[in-house]
């Protein structure tokens, strides 16, 4: 069983779109996240939420609003998109929030190429 | 504000070799560190983590790291590499509300 699963696994689509990704896990943890790996592979946070609770929400445009309808599912809905917005969005999830040692578990990455 | 670097982008290792990948921490008090290991196309795996127990912190497929806190080091090592360790290695330290913020990865590259 894929603890954290991402679709789609790829995603191609035109400037100006809207699009989103959608994550689940089946950890039964409290806390997702999700982060954007750029093209040298570099990975920064962008939002993270506890039992659907946003906590944290990093300096990214507003056209990227997530969403938890549960705490298994944490979706990214994409507006307007731009060329560089090209990149691999990663989904993860840990136990909880508090305490900074736990273990974040990632899914596989969506790879999203706008043209 | 808290920052991890990472020398060096690119390590070749031949087969058998000793692996090392440096990691340094800039942070005010003792972060809690991570390595991570990102295979082609696939999501980021747990190989450690430093959470202040003890210094020297095993973790899987023979990896380990050791944390030094008079040189803000966590640099990773394994004494013999194998062809299936070539993959990108990204350190990682504790931001707060467990947000991870990650060095710019080094790709580990194993040669016969």
């Given at each position: ?32 996240y999700?982060?954007k790996?750029d ?42 998109l ?34 | ?97 467990n ?14």
């Amino acid at each position: 069983d894929t603890a954290v699963s991402q679709t789609p696994k790829y995603l191609v689509t035109q400037m100006g779109n809207d699009k989103s990704i959608k994550c689940e896990q089946n950890l039964g943890h409290d806390t997702m996240y999700w982060y954007k790996q750029d093209s040298k592979k570099f990975l920064k946070i962008m939002f993270s939420y506890n039992n659907k609770e946003l906590i944290i929400n990093e300096t990214v445009p507003n056209r990227f609003s997530p969403k938890s309808p549960d705490k298994a599912h944490l979706n990214l809905h994409i507006n307007s998109l731009e060329l560089g917005d090209s990149a691999v969005y990663f989904c993860a999830s840990s136990q909880r929030m508090a305490g900074d040692t736990d273990t974040q578990y990632f899914g596989p990455g969506t790879r999203l190429t706008v043209l | 504000a808290q920052s991890v670097t990472q020398l060096g982008s690119h390590v070749s290792v031949s087969e058998g070799a000793l692996v090392l990948l440096r990691c340094n921490y800039s942070s005010s008090v003792p972060p809690y560190l991570f390595w991570y290991v990102q295979y082609p196309n696939q999501g980021l795996q747990l190989l450690l983590k430093y959470t202040s127990a003890a210094t020297l912190v095993k973790g899987i497929n023979g990896f380990e790291a050791e944390f030094k806190k008079s040189e803000t080091s966590f640099h990773l090592t394994k004494p013999s590499a194998h062809m299936s360790d070539a993959a990108e290695y990204f350190c990682a330290a504790s931001g707060g509300y467990n947000k991870l913020i990650f060095g710019a990865g080094t790709r580990l590259a194993v040669h016969p």
